[in-house]
Structure formats: structure tokens, C-alpha cells
């Protein structure tokens, strides 16, 4: 037998086998891929069974986007299999999946001693603080940047070693065999992988492997000659009904539970009548939180009935945010605040000076994320252990998070994932997962709990609000010499972090972030045109209203705000927005074939009076800052006012993402995202009357119906740029191009997120299967004069039962 250090580790893994994540941190973590007896597990990432089953391993949280395709069709490109004999697992909480992109993207956020060494995904911090957090965040749109190549780099080992295995029965070098369709071939011999893969475990790969000279690829849209080659591998599964969601759990003994918050505020439980859901069939107890009610019983319908009928009233120990009370404190962040300098180019202020300046303001409403599926968890605890089924984009935070609800240690904690049915970053918050963790324990049986849309509304945290103001000022040819754009907002990155590495609740998460100035709130703030003269000034603002992310997050209201703009600035000038862009881009020729492919595919005619058309395109870096990386996109539509607000009757975006994996992977998250920026664009927007959203429901959120999807076409530029992302750069260019559509259309320029146009106001009464909206007594620090601190999260109660 050969002993070799992979055999050791492999040999290792049921006994507490260990793996080293990264050469820089000589740390040692238990192997994460678990293998069954007839299972060969070569890496983190891959392991084959007897019968040539090829199982990838994914850390991603699967949400409509494809990364349980997309990632496994990467592994299998390089290693050689039969996409007919892969399967899929979600990967265990390890450092070993830590993403260290994503810890640089948000580098900013943190306070370290030496920030310039936390930016950058190669960078020492960066990857020291996604490995001590075990960040495996599904969020920004990292994930081909973080595991593209670590997952390449494992398949190639497992491919070599089983060459290596099969050149030893055919006593020829292993450089001389291939791997093809789940076989190792060499002239007319081959052998199956599963026939190799306990030799192959014996062998130690080569380092560094050995890469196919071609990566993963699928830039072409005619695939005629090879539709099905690599199908979504969750796509049967979906369709027939078997795909788990966080609904579809169910456990021997499981009870159901319905819950009612107070506004977001800290606003604590105050009265309620225990008595009124006894008489209920199928009420088995209530259980109490700080600042929420729960009432669980045999069925969904029994718990709601009965949560109801004990009308829960909260008490609330701080300002109440309403729309008045957010906009104040925008204007009073622009008016007073003291602005940093997020980028700056040239003399902006010298520039700026004289005759001929285009001013600007924009204004964007807090928003919604508009899931379908409410958030659902279920959590089983017993015999100190705790299990928790549920959707989460953050799973090592929301895994800690429960862990501290039940005072259990995160070792006692398993958390299994679950898909969501869609989640725009809804499912970066864990709230529930605290919640379903309290009443689990409480009540000593399994426990599903399942948020009303009422209280999905209630709980979700906003896009943040934010105003605008851009002035610029055009040279002698008519293009843009100088820009100045200040930007008040309130710091909801800072928010999110908080959140998810200290611990914090929303609220104190708003206090703790409260002045500071967010970097992550101005990605794309810059334009990305060819301007001399560019100043990007940050306003921090108080709203009072915690926030979170959206999908798009910073980069859809920069677009909003500058594309927008842009069209203003040509209009002043006298050009055709078409003509005006690429007369700016400067050296950017794939932006400028972005415009031309969506020009030509949007059939425009120059968006004159009149022509209901409207133009934008953007540019997002690449998250990890590689040469020639990031996303590009240009989209045409044509959208006018009709009987029921605007109607986009079509539209049109060219995309230059670089290297294309999955071709009509790439094509779904696109349409999605052309679809939901439609949706950001005309709905989504949500407004505040002491702490309440009066959005209650999924209609009142005015999202498009089945009637009112537009014509779409889309078209990719065909490059081996490095691969981008496609998740959130489809939705960022479709509000700005709508509201320059409707310029053309009607004459009057909307400068406000959502655009007004049309819309009526819903009442805010929700349907009567849903918990009413919790009545709100008046601030105990403004009545009695007690005073009610806020509690750490660790701190709140982890809720008393009763009944």
C-alpha cells in the first residue's frame, strides 16, 4: 500500500481527520466532505462512489440562481465526468469553503489596524477573517470569483490521481491518459472512475495540478447541437415537487407556530390575552419573547386562529420611524452633515465654477425584497443538541445566532440548508432562526415556524433610503468636464455587518453604525465615463429605520442616479443619449459594443420626443480585482403610461460578462434580473407610519403580473475576459432606462425610486387569514418614566412558554 499524505488525510476523516485551508495560516480543520462506505472522498470538494457517482460539494446557499449546477458543471469540465452520473451536496460549515472575495469586498466595513491589507482577496486579513468567521456568504455576487479556480484546482488533482491509478494496471504514465465522460482512457483501454477511485485515494496529486488548458466554457448561443448537455441538476427535482424548501421539512412530532413583532423599533411585548386561544382546536401553548408572541400548535391554522385571538400589544422604548421622520433625516444628513470624499478625480470644484451647470436630485424610497416564499425554520432540540432546517444566505452567522438563542455552544448547533424560493438578500437576516430555536426549546418538540407575509413585511429590513445631488458642467463639445455628486444615505452596510459578526439586533446594529461612512453604499457612485473632473461625496444620515441589502444594492442606485442623469446632461446639451454615451466612454470598447448590441437588439431610433424609448448601461468591477474582469451591460426599453401605471412593453440588454460557464444559466439570471429591476423600478417601494410598513401584502407591493412581463432579448458579448457574476448586474440598468423611456414618452422627468407614475395607494389592511398589525402603546421612557434598556441579542430572553 502507498502511504502518501492524501491517504492520510483520507484514512483520517472518521476519526477527525484534518485539512489545511490556506498556506498563509498553518491552521489545521476537521476534513468537511464526509464519505459513506463505498465513497472515496479525494479534497474538500469532491468524492466518487464504486459506481462512478461523482458528488461536488457546493458552500452556497441554492436560490433560484443555479449554484448547485453551476459549480458542479465547473468540477466536472475539469476532472472529465459524465454530467449523467453527478450529483450535488450542500458542503459543511468550514473554513475550508471560506470566501476570502467577499471578506475583501466588505473589508471596509470592519475596524482593522491596517485596512489596506483587508481589501484585497490575497491579503493576509482578508483571508484570516474569512477564515476565523467560516464565511461562506451567498451575497455580492462572489462566488465564481472565490471557487472558479479552488474547485478546478481539486478536480484536476482527483483526475490526475485517477490517471494515476489506471496507468498503474496499464503499466504506462499516467500523462498519457485522459479523462473522458467518467472513464480513464488510454488508446483502446479505458476504466470507469468508480472502478479507480479506491486505488486513486492511494496517490498523491501533483502540485500544483495539472489544469486543462481550456476552462469551463459555454459562451455560444446556439447550443441546438448540445441542448441537455449540462442541464440544472435541481431542475427534475423542482418540477416534480421533491425539492426541499424551508416549508417542506417535517419531522416525527412536529408542532406548527405562528408569531407577532412589534415595529421595528425596540419595541417589547407588552400585554395580550393568554386566555383567548385555550378554546382553539389544536392550541397547544404560547411562548414569549422579549419582543415578540408565538402561539404553536397541531396546525398552521391553529396557531394563527389563536395568536389572533390573543391580540398581543407592544410597547414601544424608542422613536417610532415614519416617512416624515425618514425624510427629515436625509435632509438634515445634506443640510448639516460633514461629507467624506469617497472618490475624487481632478479639480471637481475649479471645474464646477461659472455658467452652464446641470443640477439634479434624486430620491430613493426605502424597499421591500418581495420573496415569494415567506421565511420558514424548523428547529428540533433535544438532548442538548439543536437542528435547524432553514434558507440562509449567512449559515456560519445564522448557526451562531441560534446557538446563543438557547445558550447551547455553536458546536451543538447543526444547521441543514435548505433552498429558498428566492431571497434578494431577504435571507442574510436570522432573526427566525433565533426565534424557531427559542420556541423549540420551549415547548420541547420539533417546531415550524412560518412568518405571515404580514410579518415578513413587518420584520424585513429596507433597501435604505438615500437622496442624491449631481451637478455637472459640459465642456465645449458638449461632453461632461466636471461632476459633482453628494450622496445621503444611511450607512446600511455597516448595518448588515454589525449584524452578522457582532451579534447585534437591527436596532443597535442602526445605533453602533450611527455617523459612519459606508463605502459599500457608494459602489458605482463614480460614473463610468471618461470625465476629467469627479468628486463622490458621502453623507452619513439617521433615518431611525434599520435597513438592509437588496439585490443591486449600491450599484442600482448609482445607476438609477447616474444614467438618469446622463440623459439630463444630453438633453441640456442638445445630443442623442445613444450618441452622447459613447462620445464619453473614453477607451472602454466594451461598453461602447454593449450600447451598439442593445441598441441594435432594442431597434433604437434615437429616444427622441415621443418615441417611448429609453437608454442605460452600467460597468461593475470585478469583485476580485482581476486585470480585464468585471460586468457590462447596456439595456434599451420602451414603457409608456397606460390604464394601469406604466407598461414596458420590451426590453433589450446586451451583456459582456467575460467568459460565459453556463450559457442559459447566464440567459435565467438576466431575465430574472431584467424582471426585477422592472419591478424595482414601477413597485417594490414601501412607506413607514410609526414603525409599521402600510405595504402589507405581496400585491400591495405592486409587483408585475403574468400580463404585464414585457418582450425580452438578450444578448452576451463573446470574450475570455474573466468570468462575471451574472445575479445582479441584469437588474441595475432597467429603472434608469424606464424613467428615461417615460421622458421620451411623456415629456416629464421622474427622479424618484420607485417611479410615482400611476400609482395608487393601497389601504394597509391585511386579509383576514393574517395576524393584524400589533397595536402600539406609547414609549415607556415618554410616560412613566422607566427606563427599558436594550439587551444584547445574547442577552434577550429566550422565551417562556406558557399553557
Known amino acids: 500500500m502507498k502511504v502518501s499524505r492524501r491517504k492520510l488525510l483520507i484514512g483520517a476523516a472518521a476519526g477527525g481527520g484534518l485539512i489545511a485551508a490556506y498556506a498563509l495560516l498553518p491552521r489545521d480543520y476537521p476534513v468537511p466532505l464526509s464519505a459513506g462506505e463505498d465513497e472515496q472522498a479525494f479534497n474538500a470538494w469532491i468524492k466518487i462512489n464504486r459506481s462512478g457517482v461523482v458528488t461536488i460539494a457546493v458552500p452556497q446557499l441554492e436560490m433560484g440562481q443555479g449554484i448547485t449546477t453551476l459549480l458542479p458543471r465547473i468540477a466536472a469540465e ?65 462566488a465564481i470569483a472565490a471557487y472558479e479556480m479552488p474547485i478546478r484546482e481539486a478536480a484536476a488533482g482527483v483526475r490526475a490521481v485517477l490517471a494515476m491509478a489506471a496507468a498503474e494496471r496499464w503499466d504506462v504514465a499516467f500523462e498519457e491518459c485522459e479523462a473522458r465522460d467518467g472513464f480513464i482512457v488510454h488508446g483502446d483501454k479505458q476504466l470507469r472512475f468508480g472502478e479507480l477511485a479506491d486505488e486513486a485515494a492511494e496517490f498523491s496529486a501533483p502540485s500544483p495540478p495539472i489544469l486543462r488548458p481550456d476552462p469551463a466554457s459555454d459562451a455560444s448561443p446556439d447550443l441546438s447541437a448540445e441542448v441537455g448537455t449540462y442541464p440544472r441538476l435541481d431542475g427534475p427535482s423542482k418540477v416534480d415537487g421533491s425539492f426541499r424548501f424551508s416549508g417542506d421539512i417535517r419531522l416525527p412530532g412536529m408542532v406548527f407556530a405562528a408569531i407577532a413583532h412589534g415595529p421595528l423599533a425596540t419595541s417589547q411585548l407588552d400585554t395580550f390575552n393568554g386566555d383567548a386561544g385555550r378554546g382553539v382546536t389544536g392550541y397547544i401553548a404560547r411562548v414569549e419573547g422579549a419582543s415578540w408572541l408565538a402561539a404553536v400548535g397541531s396546525s398552521q391554522w391553529a396557531a394563527e386562529k389563536a395568536l389572533r385571538l390573543m391580540k398581543p400589544l407592544f410597547k414601544a422604548t424608542r422613536g417610532l420611524p415614519d416617512d416624515t421622520t425618514i425624510a427629515e433625516g436625509l435632509e438634515r444628513a445634506l443640510a448639516e452633515g460633514t461629507p467624506e470624499i469617497m472618490f475624487q478625480r481632478g479639480e471637481t470644484e475649479v471645474a464646477l465654477e461659472g455658467l452652464g451647470v446641470v443640477e439634479a436630485r434624486y430620491t430613493i424610497a426605502p424597499a421591500l425584497h418581495g420573496t415569494i416564499e415567506t421565511a420558514t425554520a424548523t428547529a428540533r432540540f433535544q438532548s442538548g443538541r439543536l437542528e435547524i432546517w432553514a434558507a440562509a444566505q449567512a449559515p456560519e452567522q445564522a448557526r451562531e445566532q441560534a446557538a446563543a438563542a438557547v445558550g447551547l455552544p455553536v458546536e451543538d448547533v447543526v444547521l441543514y440548508p435548505v433552498g429558498a424560493g428566492g431571497s434578494f438578500d431577504a435571507r442574510l437576516e436570522y432573526r427566525i432562526v433565533r426565534e424557531a430555536a427559542a420556541i423549540a426549546r420551549a415547548v420541547g418538540r420539533p417546531v415550524q415556524l412560518t412568518y405571515s407575509r404580514w410579518q415578513e413585511h413587518l420584520t424585513a429590513l429596507p433597501r435604505p433610503p438615500a437622496v442624491a445631488e449631481v451637478k455637472a458642467i459640459t465642456g465645449p463639445q458638449g461632453t461632461v468636464h466636471a461632476w459633482h455628486s453628494r450622496f445621503a444615505c444611511q450607512p446600511g452596510a455597516h448595518e448588515m455587518y454589525a449584524r452578522l459578526f457582532e451579534g447585534l439586533t437591527p436596532e443597535r446594529a442602526l445605533d453602533a453604525s450611527d455617523g459612519k461612512h459606508d463605502p459599500a453604499n457608494l459602489f458605482g457612485m463614480a460614473p463610468p465615463y471618461a470625465i476629467d473632473n469627479v468628486t463622490v461625496e458621502s453623507l452619513s444620515a439617521d433615518t431611525g429605520l434599520p435597513a438592509g441589502r437588496m439585490r443591486g444594492n449600491a450599484e442600482a442606485r448609482a445607476c438609477f442616479v447616474t444614467e438618469s442623469f446622463m440623459d439630463e446632461v444630453a438633453g441640456a446639451a442638445g445630443e442623442e443619449p445613444l450618441a452622447y454615451r459613447m462620445a464619453m466612454l473614453g477607451g472602454n470598447p466594451r461598453m461602447a459594443e454593449c450600447l451598439q448590441g442593445a441598441a441594435q437588439l432594442g431597434e433604437w431610433d434615437g429616444g427622441g420626443e415621443g418615441t417611448a424609448q429609453g437608454i442605460a448601461c452600467w460597468q461593475m468591477v470585478d469583485p476580485a480585482g482581476r486585470e480585464g474582469g468585471g460586468g457590462r451591460i447596456a439595456v434599451v426599453v420602451r414603457a409608456r403610461p397606460g390604464e394601469n401605471g406604466v407598461e414596458v412593453s420590451s426590453i433589450a440588454a446586451w451583456c459582456d460578462i467575460g467568459r460565459i460557464l453556463h450559457y442559459e444559466l447566464a440567459l435565467q439570471q438576466i431575465e430574472g434580473g431584467l424582471l426585477f429591476g422592472m419591478n424595482q423600478a414601477l413597485g417594490m417601494g414601501v412607506t413607514y407610519k410609526g414603525g409599521l410598513p402600510q405595504e402589507q401584502t405581496l400585491g400591495a407591493l405592486r409587483l408585475a403580473g403574468l400580463s404585464r412581463i414585457p418582450e425580452i432579448s438578450v444578448g452576451f458579448a463573446q470574450n475570455d475576459a474573466p468570468p462575471f457574476d451574472p445575479g445582479e448586474i441584469g437588474m441595475v440598468a432597467v429603472a434608469p432606462a424606464i424613467a428615461n423611456a417615460l421622458r421620451s414618452a411623456t415629456g416629464t422627468r421622474f427622479r424618484e425610486l420607485p417611479i410615482p407614475l400611476g400609482r395608487t395607494t393601497l389601504a394597509p389592511t391585511p386579509p383576514p387569514s393574517e395576524t393584524p398589525a400589533p397595536e402600539v402603546t406609547e414609549a415607556a421612557s415618554e410616560t412613566d418614566g422607566i427606563d427599558m434598556p436594550e439587551a444584547e441579542p445574547s442577552e434577550l430572553p429566550d422565551g417562556t412558554m406558557a399553557d
Open 78 to 142: 475539469e476532472l472529465g465526468a459524465d454530467w449523467r452520473q453527478v450529483a450535488v451536496e450542500p458542503a459543511a460549515i468550514s473554513p475550508a469553503y471560506a470566501d476570502p472575495v467577499l471578506a475583501a469586498r466588505w473589508g471596509g466595513l470592519r475596524d482593522t489596524w491596517l485596512p489596506s491589507f483587508a481589501d484585497d482577496p490575497d491579503d493576509f486579513l482578508a483571508k484570516n477573517f474569512a477564515n476565523q468567521t467560516r464565511l461562506m456568504a451567498t451575497a455580492d455576487g462572489t
